[in-house]
């Protein structure tokens, strides 16, 4: 079974601090996922990834960045945590775009609070 | 850009039928997914369809008609374990998903 595991359940941090919130992926997937998850607007992209050191702007990457150094594992950053990205964050990898279903696999999320 | 359309909540009684709609304007579509998620969890792929037509899988069926930019997830024998999200998310031709605000079912006995 794939597995995605993200660093924390939750997590409560200060404005201002740098956060990282951290992805590992055990199927040797190309293509791994940023999003945050809020009610009533969905999921929306953050940013992705599609190979070591690659990385592309989602539909909100404002206030955030990624890292992707090893094909197992993305971060995003929180460079100054403010209270408007208080949210659930969930990332999620995949195969390629040549796979017929390109099906996207889910970490469990993290629950960030920024006081 | 892509919109998805989904409703808010629904709620339907143990053992019945529920179809749940989606509807999408897109530039591009390469293939329309429904994800089911439960509260506090992660969401978990139920169908994917890329073609017209009716996708069976058990009791969870979805059916897409891209003319009308139209896709319905459609869930039979409904059981207490059903209540939960149902997301539908629609991949553009750059092969990201866009997802809809989700449609809370619940099911009550």
């Known amino acids: 079974d794939v597995k995605v595991t993200q660093s924390s359940r939750y997590l409560v941090k200060r404005t201002g601090e740098k956060v990282f919130l951290e992805c590992v992926q055990d199927m040797d997937h190309e293509n791994m996922f940023w999003y945050r998850q809020d009610p009533g607007l969905g999921l929306r992209l953050i940013y992705f990834s599609y190979d070591v050191k690659m990385k592309e702007k989602g539909d909100i990457p404002e206030g955030y960045s990624v890292s992707r150094e090893k094909k197992e594992r993305f971060s995003l950053i929180l460079e100054s945590a403010s209270t408007n990205q208080t949210s659930m964050y969930l990332c999620a990898s995949s195969y390629p775009r040549l796979a017929s279903s390109y099906e996207q696999y889910f970490g469990p999320g993290t629950r960030l609070t920024v006081t | ?109």
């Open chain 2, 1 to 109: 850009g892509q919109n998805i359309d989904q409703p808010t909540e629904m709620t339907a009684t143990e053992g019945a039928i529920v179809q749940i709609n989606c509807t999408y304007q897109t530039s591009g579509f390469n293939g329309l997914f429904w994800y089911q998620q439960h509260a506090g969890e992660a969401p978990t792929f139920l169908s994917y369809n890329v073609l017209d037509g009716l996708e069976e899988k058990g009791r969870f069926s979805s059916f897409l008609s891209r003319s009308k930019g139209y896709s319905y997830l459609l869930l039979k024998e409904l059981q207490m374990k059903d209540s939960a999200s149902y997301l539908c998310a629609v991949r553009d031709r750059g092969n990201m998903l866009t997802f809809g605000g989700g449609t809370r079912l619940m099911v009550k006995p």
